[in-house]
């Protein structure tokens, strides 16, 4: 695999904006806890998919490198810009068990609903994915399969987020201030 300077260097880095200043991660944040999932789990043979804009391709692409320098098998790589059935399919025949997705919530929508119609779900399969989504974004009648399959698709899958903090200093029993949602 060929990669650019994009993708290996991160957007916004200190040297090159030294007065920029993010109030909410980047994608490439989640990047470190789901390779860390990966160590916890000794799980060692993945795949991505990715949604093919910038905000989700340059995060992807610099989890692959990631991936790659820490000795991971990146067994295949896909891209969503249209009909999700292909690089689900794809996935399904290198039979690619742990997923890494990188997408908003209307290509999670689709993605779940074809991964349900496939059967890449359940116990088999361990979907990790990446967003910052609504609190009930599967809920949502827009998904081009019934909600029941679509929560089905979801169980057991880990989602990395930002935790979102109240500004009411409220604390709660774990000791962390209470969250928006």
């Known amino acids: ?50 949604q093919n804009e910038p905000r989700y391709a340059l995060a992807h692409n610099q989890l692959v490198a990631m991936l790659e320098k820490d000795n991971f098998v990146v067994d295949d790589t896909q891209n969503i810009a249209g009909d999700v059935s292909l690089p689900i ?27 349900y119609r496939v059967g890449m779900v359940g116990g088999k399969y361990q979907w990790l994915i990446m967003g910052t989504y609504g609190p009930t974004w599967w809920n949502e009648m827009r998904a081009p399969c019934p909600v029941k399959h679509l929560r089905a ?18 604390i709660t029993v774990s000791g962390i201030l209470k969250t928006l949602r």
């Not at 989602?159 to 109240?166: C, E, F, M, V």
Request: glycine share 4%; proline share 5%; charged share 20%.
């Open 153 to 170: 698709a979801l169980d057991g899958c880990i989602l990395t987020d930002y935790l979102p903090l109240s500004t009411t200093g409220e």
């Open 89 to 115: 399919k794809k996935l399904q025949e290198k039979d690619i068990r742990i997923i890494l997705g990188n997408f908003n919530e209307t290509w999670a929508r689709k993605v779940f609903c074809e991964a």
């Open 1 to 50: 695999m060929n990669l650019s300077y994009a993708d290996t260097h991160p957007m916004f880095s200190n040297s090159d904006f030294p007065n920029f200043f993010r109030v909410v991660p980047s994608e490439n944040a989640f990047n470190a806890p789901r390779l860390a999932l990966l160590r916890h789990f000794n799980w060692t043979r993945v795949g991505t998919i990715y």
